[in-house]
């Protein structure tokens, strides 16, 4: 945007003197955003999430109310935090434990937040990880001012009046170019509107483009209402409440002997035994496979890492399935199966997948990031790798086990 137009935007926000001056990148408002995040203490804002993957027709929308007490820094720099949904309160933070709540179920699992790897890895797990949440939890810089620099900056009509809209454009080369008619470039828009002249901000929009059919997010936020200091974290989150109230509290720890027998993720132990269907509603049993490895891959349509390691899969399958390797991937999460099989047809997918219905087999071994590989040996049930996420040498290190 030309620094004449923003000379006037300002001027007619903040009266004849601009706020800074003849602007010519957003980098001095998006200093002046974080200053003022910085300063709340601790309040409440609503929140809306819409979301659309890029193999769906059908766009999720959830809400939830946030609560945010800075006074306290925990784990990773997170700042106290509470969330309300729709069924009621449904997670809060206290600075050391984690707390689900199950309001239909009456319990309540409590989770030390450093044996999960952290909050922030826990909240990526979580809708309200997006911009519209981390912001105002977060003691650090809110906004990161390097992706700004070469962001649009133009002023917008808001529901109150005058704001600020931020985009910020980037593009690299499509490692998720599955279809000839996908582009050779993944770009992605980023859309942040302000209001002014308090700079809240009231929403975030995210399309990704890697395929024929866009990703979309969107977030909307309501204006922050500050809490007085005389109101705590407590006051909200009172847990001798719940309890009096009939909920359950139960401490889950790693270490604990609530860890389900079940829990095999590392090389060297024993695979429990498989059964689920195919896409046909074939049965399938890892116990009654003869030889060889067998390759588990655990994905679902949504996931684009899962879309990145189908190609590496494939090829494996071709080139090594008649030599003692066999790939299948593992799908607990989209429930049609004509859809799925449609959906890997269009890719060139050949290798099977089996239906972990209601993610059976997924809880057991405590699949929580996707893709999760698990390559083990048929005779023995020995695993002999695990891995988690997209790598380029994922390959490699297959090809490795079949020498």
Sequence with gaps: MHKVALYILFSAVHGTVPLYGQLESPIPFIEMVNEKIAKINQGFFDCTYKWKSSTSADTSSKSARV??????????????????????????????????????????????????????KTLRKNFLDFLAFRPYILQKQAFNLTAFQNAIFSPIETAKGRGVSITVLDSFKNQLKLLPSDPDMTQVEEIYEFELPDAYLLKKQEIIKFSTSPQFLENNLSPISSLPDSISFEDIFDLRQFQSNGYKVKEISKSSSNKPSEFILKPGDTLMEVDLVDLDGNA????????????????????????????????????????????????????????????????????????????????????????TMILFDVKTSKILMVHTGFSEEIEAEIVGFLK
């Design 284 to 371: 399938f049993s890892s116990k009654s496979q003869n030889e060889g490895l067998i390759l588990f891959d655990f994905w679902y349509k949504g996931c684009a890492p899962c879309l990145m390691a189908m190609p590496i899969l494939e090829r494996l399958h071709q080139k090594y399935g008649d030599k003692g390797l066999k790939v299948f991937g593992i799908n607990g999460i989209d429930k049609n199966p004509v859809e799925i099989k449609s959906f890997l047809k269009e890719r060139s997918v050949t290798y099977q997948t089996l239906v972990d219905t209601d993610k059976k087999i997924s809880r057991k071994l405590q699949i929580e990031n996707y893709p």
């Design 67 to 120: 609560y945010f007490f800075k006074k306290d820094t925990g784990e990773d720099s997170i700042c106290r935090f509470i969330i309300m949904r729709e069924g009621g309160l449904s997670e809060a933070y206290d600075g050391k434990y984690l707390y689900y709540v199950d309001n239909v179920g009456r319990n309540i699992n409590v989770y030390l937040a450093s044996e999960k790897g952290g909050v922030v």
